[in-house]
């Protein structure tokens, strides 16, 4: 069965440290992978990935794809408070064109 | 320009009835999906619309249905209600479709008793 794994669930930080949110997945007919935050309301969009190995970048955010090992990471640099939220990674597949989503990792960070 | 807007923003319903939710997309976008979110499942994909046709489909029963009409707003009905259908329903909208960037509109809020 198709899945999609987030790691860590639940993650604390001051500001200014740097951090790294994993996605890996198992699904069949990989087409794309996305990252979403989600504060109180709604996701919101924050990247795309459907190639290996190349980084796609806003501001502090990166973000990267990894095909042979199914996984993709999340980077944040020099963290601020309003990037408290929680992050979504979805995997569409196009086996059944179906988009399944991890299950989040919600990141804290302290002043 | 407007954002998504979803109506109603909040619903009470009881077991056994049924429930339409609308969703209005940006103005130009042809694609609007529907997702459920609950604390339990989180965010599950349940249908994308694209030009009044119904495109991908997740994983619920036949008792989640949908539909688009040609200026690209769309419905979702839910018959039968159950307990468990008692979720957060988000719909986005984009240019092209899931893996466009996607908008989100703040949610109606189903309440099953």
């Known amino acids: 069965e198709d899945k999609v794994v987030q790691s860590p669930l639940s993650l604390v930080v001051h500001e200014g440290d740097t951090v790294t949110l994993n996605c890996s997945y198992e699904?069949?007919?990989?087409?794309?992978l996305l990252w979403y935050k989600q504060e109180k309301k709604a996701p919101t969009f924050l990247f795309m990935l459907?190639?290996?190995?190349i980084e796609k970048k806003s501001g502090r955010l990166s973000s990267i794809l990894d095909k042979k090992e199914l996984s993709s990471i999340l980077n944040i640099t020099a963290t601020q408070t309003g990037d408290s939220a929680i992050y979504l990674c979805a995997v569409e597949a196009s086996r059944n064109n179906d988009m399944r989503f991890g299950a989040g990792t919600r990141l804290t960070v302290k002043p | 320009k407007a954002g998504v807007t979803q109506t109603p923003r909040y619903l009470i319903k009881t077991r056994g009835q049924q429930v339409t939710l609308s969703c209005s997309p940006i103005?130009?976008?042809?694609?609007v999906s529907w997702y459920q979110q609950t604390p339990g499942q989180g965010l599950q994909f349940l249908f994308e619309?694209?030009?009044?046709?119904?495109?991908n489909k997740g994983n619920f029963p036949g008792r989640f249905s949908g539909r688009q009409f040609s200026n690209s707003r769309s419905e979702m009905n839910v018959s039968t209600l159950e307990l468990g259908d008692s979720a957060l329903y988000l719909c986005?909208?984009?240019?092209?479709?899931?893996?466009?960037?996607?908008?989100f509109g703040p949610g109606t809020r189903l309440t099953v008793t």
């Open positions: 103005s130009g976008h042809r694609s």
């Open positions: 986005a909208s984009s240019l092209g479709g899931v893996t466009y960037e996607q908008y």
């Open positions: 619309y694209f030009s009044e046709t119904q495109r």
């Open positions: 459907t190639s290996s190995g």
């Open positions: 699904v069949t007919n990989f087409r794309s």
